[in-house]
């Protein structure tokens, strides 16, 4: 029943690649099926005005996508001259889920700017972005741990992310694009490793939902979180 | 035990008042407690190009605040020469939550733009922009219906918004600024007169929650939306 | 002849509501006819670089427009990315106005931000600005002489504007929008509670006008100006 | 008394220079003193969207300064992203000053444009701009007359403009930038050939005047208006 | 004596990988060295304006860098809100540079838009730009001739670049960040695949060079083209 | 056969008058033909921050074209809001060639901005900004040295800078701008006086070119710049 021949609850293929860049502190390629998204964390030894003398650190990201990472060519945002609505949106959340992960009074009163760029999209690159840009930091704080800056580990836990959504009146996990278009309710999910939930977003533009398919969205969710967790450590 | 002595499941007293607007084509003054938000709906002939000979018509909105409606004075979006990513993110959401409850095609190929402007700030602006934006928006149906414009109503049901959270370790419905600022779990929901779900944002920014947690809130929810729809139904 | 009934030497009726905003340090909404401006003064213990360390504060305004506080929508500031031509110069205006009021020396090193936030439309909106942002700012003064943070009063005297121009032939006060979109003549008088000058701006787009008309709209306007300043000590 | 040792009502001496630029359709350099702007007059067969299939033309402003025409080098507008609230207001005052001298039906549905270049600042910047850009339309008229592109002369008379202002407690004529800085208040007359007024703009920043000393201004301005329109006839 | 080891004629290793991107019409991703660019192609059936009813099409080029691609994080353009001065240098030139090496009456009234990313930058990204561009647009103008849309080819040959410059006194080819950044004068060259030049850009910031320098240069650059020209041939 | 009447290596007559302007430190207006740039030197005390505390200076330029500098009108940048990608090309091609002319170390840590302004363009306007900048920046240096605050001449050699390209089969000296748009090959010549390069741009938009045709041009390219330096010496 899916255009992909998936079944309701199976993920696409996932595979996460690290040390892909040469410069970054850490980083990785994530592939959710088509969706790639190149995932780099910098470290940075200043913090926000507002942190400063606070003794806490700060996780931030940006998210990007390549003008022909979809069917046609979006505009470049740097030749528009801003980030558009969407593009905000992410990233900010990308941003909050990967705080709520880190103790930044361990982390110490410096920046990491997380960066996502959508290589190649087919829906859930938000997702792909948050499940990819964990491990970049993960790579990022071992290796100022290594070198003695930071004593005693921040990481709370894992961090990732997956969609699901009501697709033809199921409740289908991990939407591609072709089911992201149709889907009349679409949802994201960002969880730790344990099963807790850092960020619920659900949507029903130009429908509604009940709370028992929120529920069911729910449980598909945690299905696909601990694939991804597992892909995560896989990876590292 | 709340800083304002409410119960745990108590909103704030709310107040909508309509008609504030001389030239809109509906217009509502909407107060949950110190939270006072003017939304007018303007209807328009043309819709945005992708819906061009579709039939169908388009709900937006945009968001704004009045650089003295907080504590201490913002910025003006107008000066520093573009709006932030909490706007932008707002004004996606508000219009999103008015097009779950409209008929576009019953609508007809226009465009009704809703304005919601914080006059003053305490904490749930969104929600109570989208509870007013939708009596604004109403009344700018109601007007077109009775110019014959519209021939059958494209208004599904009445849509109102409630934020809750986790504070000081209990679920509490409404925050206000002071609540707001210190919860752990904050959540924004957006619902139907009839309870269905529009759209569920839950966050917890530095922290995580259960989902028997979020269960407790969705049905605070669920009580809050029942009294702004009360509220809505007993302005018009 | 006029088309709202009044006679040539006739304000609209003026209001001046104080205290309006929960958070600045002086609030007023002055309601002239249907022109409605909610103006507040923002007190910053910073002051532009040009003047640190010199002694002198400083008074400065922004004024905007609720986009649909005009009888067709205009496009909010904020999202086509700057202020237009006619804010800037407005803004520019209350500012010089209300300095020309102050001293600035008696001030001290600190700025006093006003901002006019047009509610609604109708005519005269720079003038109403003005005459409500010198309530505001008079009200933030008080609030710091009485918290010893000035010595001596640094306000010179009332500050009040008004409109006046030629219409249908005929010199009226205080044009409404339908006389001022006819007017061959269009002028704005700021003056002292006294009747000394700030600021004059006549302007005949599309015509020219006598010496002795710019006499006639001085005398109407020192009426105006007159019954403005009883409104201000009104409301204090 | 005055720094250049003028009388109070004696002009600096003025001069303009016709067809110095190789492509305008109209353009002249005027120096008053040492304020020199060169003026260019573009004719443009489309008019503004408001004025489609109207009959009548426009004529519209721009105004710049080169970056080091004055003391201390200023930022180029063009790098900072923007024209400053200076430069709007000037330029707006520019187009006005221009329509109010044309029969904008005999012009016809076009559009001209005057470009306004300070090259070198000596104060007065605005009012030689005026004065220089008509002689620049003139031109153009005259241009099209001779073309056959319009009948009947649209000029309704000469355009010309100075400042005036009270500087060590004397009322003077044309302020250069010493007097300008240091005057307690400043005046631009913008009239027509005959002595009529366009527009008149008075300021006292930080200072007041009296009814009685505007008539003085308005007096000295009548002079240098004179001498003004004598310069554009010599000219031309 | 290079720090690569390189002899003073030798390029990187160059690699294409065709077919990199799922939707282009045309994609490669081009390794020099370790400079990576990944190009991309997309077709577009409208030409800018002022080749409306031509006849002739169009190639144009944007160039961007992820934030992370060098040894400390850029800033992202989009978030700055505008592309630096040496991006928009660099896709003018790869676009001039593609233009050269088509005959546009052959290509039809279309546009063909490359986009070249730096995923990983160590000096050279224009020239791989440039040499990876072209692969992009072979493939793209190879599909539009298979679907019969372009009739005859309109690739007039190769076109690829390399960088030469003169560092510690020598002429070397295909300089690397090393190099680059401690280069005295640094050249890019563009050529044809048979030897004829494009486009030349040789510049000595702080220092000159002589005419048998660039003799030298050039030579070298025959040689690198030479190879880069081989290796787009065996990628095909 | 060239439209002036001009031979193959024939300049056209050029003119530089210095002094030309009141406040800069250095300025003059240098005239090619019908090109004629205004250029200014502004000496700043503060350097760019990157070489704070190095002890060296810097020098920078910015090019402006009046809108009416060209036969149609252009749109003013500072109205845009950006400046041009080709603006953006040049100034920072006159910023580079400048620099090599220059010993920052002697100069010491200040900076000294150009400003480059089309008065009247007919072709050559970056080459002909190029050779007055230099004439303005060594009038600045000689001022500086003559009130001690230089002490060892910073100036290396005399910097000019010609265009030469292939026009109708024939290498030509100093395109106007009638061959300039018609020329199938175009280079800029950046040299010393002592007939050293600092920078080569040769380009062949739509078009290739031969490396013997690039010996011809830099052959009448030092023949130009011999002129231009004399032109230069006689105008000190």
């Known amino acids: 029943m899916r255009p992909s021949g998936r079944k309701l609850d199976e ?3 996932v595979s996460i690649e690290t040390g892909v860049m ?5 980083s990785c390629l994530i592939k959710v099926g088509n969706t790639h998204v190149l995932c780099t964390a910098s470290v940075e030894d200043r913090t926000p005005p507002f942190l400063k003398n606070t ?4 996780v931030t990201a940006e998210y990007g996508m390549l003008p022909r990472a979809t069917n046609t060519r979006n505009r470049r945002e740097a030749a528009t001259g801003k980030q558009g609505g969407r593009t905000v949106e992410i990233q900010r959340l990308i941003g909050r889920a990967l705080r709520a992960g880190v103790d930044r009074s ?4 410096r920046q990491i700017v997380i960066d996502c760029d959508v290589i190649q999209a087919d829906g859930g690159t938000r997702c792909a972005s948050i499940t ?3 491990v970049a930091l993960r790579l990022a704080v071992d290796k100022l741990m290594k070198a003695g800056q930071i004593v005693s ?9 997956v969609s699901c959504g009501i697709y033809a009146g199921q409740p289908v996990l991990d939407l591609d694009y072709d089911e992201d278009s149709a889907a009349g309710v679409d949802g994201n999910f960002v969880m730790l490793g344990d099963g807790r939930l850092i960020e619920v977003q659900m949507s029903g533009e130009g ?4 709370r028992s398919q929120m529920d069911q969205l729910l449980t598909l ?16």
Request: net charge negative; proline share 2%; glycine share 16%.
């Open 55 to 58: 003794g806490l650190g700060w």
């Open 207 to 210: 429908t509604v939902f009940a």
């Open 11 to 13: 993920m696409r293929v």
């Open 221 to 236: 969710a945690e299905k696909g979180v601990g694939e991804l967790v597992a892909a995560q450590k896989a990876a590292l």
């Open 153 to 161: 580990d921040p990481m709370i836990g894992h961090v990732a992310a």
């Open 106 to 109: 361990a982390l110490g009163e």
């Open 132 to 134: 990819g840009a964990w």
């Open 22 to 26: 040469r410069h970054a502190e850490g």
